[in-house]
Nanobody, 117 residues
C-alpha cells in the first residue's frame, strides 16, 4: 500500500519561499513518476509539477520559473521548492505517485500553503 507524507507548508508573505517534502513508501520509488498537486478552495485539484525517475521534469505554466521539483531516490523523497510565491499559490499541496493517480488511488493528508501579507 502506498503511503505519502507531505510536510513543509505554512504561512508566507508574497515573494517568499517554501520547500515542501514528501516521503513515500510502498512503491518502487526510484522508477516511479511523482507529482506535486494542489487544490485551492472551490477549485479542482491540479498538477503543479511532475518528475520522472530519471529526473526529467514538467511544470504547469502558472509555476514555471518559480517552482522546482526534485527527488532523492536514496531517501524515497520528492521535494518542491517554491520561490516568488503569490497569493494565488495558496492551496493544499499534495504529492502522489503517477500510477496511483491514474488508477484513482488514495491521497495523503497534504500540506497547507498560505501566501498572504
Amino acid at each position: 500500500q502506498v503511503r505519502l507524507v507531505e510536510s513543509g507548508g505554512g504561512l508566507v508573505q508574497p515573494g517568499g519561499s517554501l520547500r515542501l517534502s514528501c516521503a513515500a513508501s510502498g512503491i518502487i520509488f526510484s522508477i516511479t513518476p511523482m507529482g506535486w498537486y494542489r487544490q485551492a478552495p472551490g477549485k479542482q485539484r491540479e498538477l503543479v509539477a511532475r518528475i520522472l525517475g530519471g529526473g526529467s521534469t514538467n511544470y504547469a505554466d502558472s509555476v514555471k520559473g518559480r517552482f522546482a521539483i526534485s527527488r532523492d531516490n536514496a531517501k524515497d523523497t520528492v521535494y518542491l521548492q517554491m520561490n516568488s510565491l503569490k497569493p494565488e499559490d495558496t492551496a493544499v499541496y499534495y504529492c502522489n505517485a503517477e500510477p496511483v493517480v491514474l488508477t484513482g488511488g488514495s491521497w495523503g493528508q497534504g500540506t497547507q500553503v498560505t501566501v498572504s501579507s
